[in-house]
């Protein structure tokens, strides 16, 4: 196969300021889009054989912008269930939980219908959409794949990758509308390239 891109939404105002953002389904800020705009230039030499894109209007969005081919909604990719903690600020959360730590704390519960999800819960989601990009791979040649979702999913998908634990997501930075790559080198999983994006400088070249 070829390789895995991950691909984070550009910014919404919620990411602008810390929220955690799960089932809240804000649409990209201006510079969001740019943001977005501005990752097709960083493909433009990938040949992209299947894009799977989150459910959510930011990541659908960027797919959009970016010009990704038939991009496929796959609700695996929905960012991590923030539970109680949706809306809510790493800053505020410490307020009254001074050493939480979102890796392996996981998240107060929410209402019924958003209850959150342990760092473990997150992790088998990521190997469910790894077992679904290994099957489709294999009908693909050496086309890569474009999963285009939100940061700490990526993140726990990135380490799961690796094989590493959920919890070890947290050494990986994603930037909104950020693209990273995962690979292999002499048959073993590695980082090809991480958090990248275009200055902000460039993006009204751009449009």
Sequence with gaps: M???????????????SG???????????????????????????????????????????TAELAGLPAPRETPDLREWDYGAYEGVTTVDIRRTRPDWNLWTDGVAPGPEEHPGESPAEVGARADRILVEVAAAASHLGGADIALVAHSHFLRVLTARYLRLTPASGELFQLATGAVSRLGTEHGKPVVTALNMALPERLFNAIG
């Design 2 to 16: 070829g390789e895995l891109i991950l691909i984070r939404h550009g910014e919404t105002e919620w990411s602008r």
């Design 19 to 61: 929220q955690h953002t799960s089932y809240t389904d804000l649409p990209l800020t201006g510079l969001g889009e740019r943001q977005a705009r501005a990752l097709v230039p960083l493909l433009a030499d990938r040949e992209i054989g299947l894009t799977l894109v989150s459910p959510y209007l930011r990541a659908l969005r």
